[in-house]
Each structure stands twice: as C-alpha cells, then as structure tokens.
C-alpha cells in the first residue's frame, strides 16, 4: 500500500461527501463546458467533421489545452466511427471515456511504501499557489493516521512563510524544524534530516521557497536541497509534489513543464479547484505529463483537501443531472 493510500480508506458515506464536494468544486468548469458544449449542439444530430472542429475550440477554451484537446478528438473520431448519430448524452458519454482514458494511465500509482522506514516529501511550486497550506493540511492528516510527522520551513525568504508552517506544525502536533530567514534553505533541510533520523519520525515534509519558474538560480537550489538529503539518506526525496493553482488554467500548465524539466516531480497537487471555470487545465497536466494527480483543493477545510480519483473527477465534469 502506498503512503498516501492511507487516506483512501473511507466509509461509503464519506465517499459520497468526497463525491458531493467534487460536483460543488467543479460547477463552474462543468457549466462552462457542457454549456459551450450544449450550445455547438443545437440543431445537430451528427458527429461529423464541423462538430469535432467546434467541440476542439470548445476544449482549449475550456483549459483542455491544444496537446490534450488534440488527444481527446482523436479519441472521439475512433469512439463514434462506426455510429455518428447522437442520441441525448450520448457525446458527454464519448467525452467521458475520452478524458478518463487520457488521465488513468498513472493516477492510482502509490508513492513509496509508508512501513519502509522514514519518507521524506518535497514540496515545490511558485508563490501563492497554496503550497504550505497543503504541506500543512497533509502533515494534520498522516499525525491523524498515527504517523510522526516533521514539517520543515525550507522556504527562508519569506519570515510569513516560516511562521504559517509554525502554526501548522502547531496544530497538528507535528515537529517542526526552521532557521532564520536568509538561511540556506539546503541546510534547513539537511539539519530537518538528521533530526528526521534520529527521532523516529515516519514522514518528513520540506516547504521550499516559491520558486519563480523562470529563475534558472532558483531552479539550481532546488537540485541543491535534492543532492544534500540523497547523500543523507539514499532515495530521498521519495517523493516530489508540485502545488499548481488550478484557478490559472494554462499559466499553470506552463510552470508543470517548467518544473518538470528542472527537477524529478513524482506527483502533482492542484489548489483552488473550487470557484473557477478552469478545472479543465487538470486533464491537461494528467495527460500531457502523465504524472499522478495526488490531491486537489476544494476548498479551506482540511477535508477539502481531497485524494485525487480520476472516476469521480470525470463523472462529476460531465455530469448532466
């Protein structure tokens, strides 16, 4: 069982929470599509070459993105070839399928085994895309499966920074290592390891600064705190999240190739899913990097903080009741 696996064992009535938190977060991105997508329909009983033009302008619009819209249509023409005439639902049944099978290639892969000893978790991503309120929520949350827990404040440029993952730290009850501000954020690190070690701790969590994707320094400090806890503990980081703001659509597709390229993400996060229209930029990321969405941010509640299921996120995207 993966690590964050933990999180997936639930009651059915807390399934169907999740289910009814995931419809509430995505109205806008669903309203937005389907009702382009209702619009193209009007009049039109056929899948023919006209539609899947104006259903591609539909998808990029929607946050799909060129790459992936591309995929989606192909995928259309093989699941309508033999039969183009719709009857109701029937396309949102064909666009189901379509996304579904360009998102689950990785989206249940498990992160390294929780019972192999200590873990330690990157977390990455620019600045305001909620990544210490994540690394915060998912540190209250393994304390709560009774695992030891070590948050440690590697972002050393912000004084705000340092004192949000404190309150966090608080909260859950978690060890909490930090140095100055200005400090070298590797040897924030590097000390949070040995002290990870020494302590028993089971999950190791590291905030690191809100890197600016275009910032080649920057980028290189990030290899930096990789190298130092490789040499500390062969293996580590045994897993990299990158924190994306769903609610930036292809801005934030851009910053996962910029972060992709410059270090080893293993799994991606995407905050602020509730209250946008560009939900759609998820099947983007899934698809074109194929790299497992770990969680998503529905809103402020620590529950809100949701394990990523590619089946619910794409019944409740082409939900039509």
Do not use: C, F, Y
């Given at each position: 069982m993966g690590l964050f696996d933990l999180f997936k064992k639930k009651k059915e009535s807390e399934r169907a929470e999740d289910e009814q938190r995931m419809d509430r977060g995505l109205d806008k991105t669903r309203e937005n599509l389907l009702g382009r997508m209702a619009r193209m329909l009007v009049g039109k009983s056929k899948v023919d070459a006209d539609v899947l033009d104006e259903l591609e302008s539909v998808l990029i619009?929607?946050?799909?993105?060129?790459?992936?819209?591309?995929?989606v249509i192909r995928k259309l023409e093989e699941n309508v070839a033999r039969d183009p005439y719709l009857k109701p639902g029937e396309l949102e049944a064909h666009m189901r399928k379509a996304v579904l099978e360009l998102m689950e290639p990785k989206a249940e892969e498990p992160v390294a085994e929780a019972s192999s000893g200590l873990k330690?978790?990157?977390?990455?991503?620019?600045?305001?895309v909620g990544k210490t309120t994540t690394l915060g929520k998912l540190g209250l949350r393994f304390q709560q499966q009774g695992l030891k827990v070590m948050l440690a404040a590697a972002d050393t440029f912000r004084a705000a920074a340092i004192d949000?993952?404190?309150?966090w730290a608080d909260r859950s009850g978690a060890d909490f290592v930090a140095q100055s501000m200005g400090s070298d954020p590797a040897a924030v690190a590097h000390e949070a390891l040995q002290k990870a070690l020494s302590s028993g701790t089971?999950?190791?969590?590291?905030?690191?600064?809100?890197?600016?994707?275009n910032k080649v320094n920057l980028m290189q400090e990030l290899s930096k705190i990789r190298r130092v806890l490789e040499k500390l503990l062969p293996g580590a980081p045994h897993e990299v999240l990158l924190v994306l703001?769903?609610?930036?659509?292809?801005?934030?597709l851009e910053q996962a190739r910029q972060f992709t390229a410059a270090t080893q993400v293993t799994g991606l996060v995407l905050t602020k899913l509730d209250g946008t229209a560009k939900g759609g930029v998820v099947v983007a990321i899934a698809s074109e990097f194929q790299?497992?969405?770990?969680f998503v941010g529905l809103g402020e509640g620590i529950e809100d903080l949701q394990v990523f299921d590619a089946q619910v996120f794409v019944n409740s995207l082409f939900k039509t009741v």
């Open positions: 619009e929607a946050d799909l993105g060129v790459e992936t819209t591309v995929k330690v978790i990157l977390v990455v991503g620019v600045n305001g949000q993952l404190k309150v089971d999950v190791l969590m590291i905030d690191t600064a809100g890197r600016l994707h703001d769903a609610s930036t659509g292809q801005n934030a790299l497992p969405v770990r």
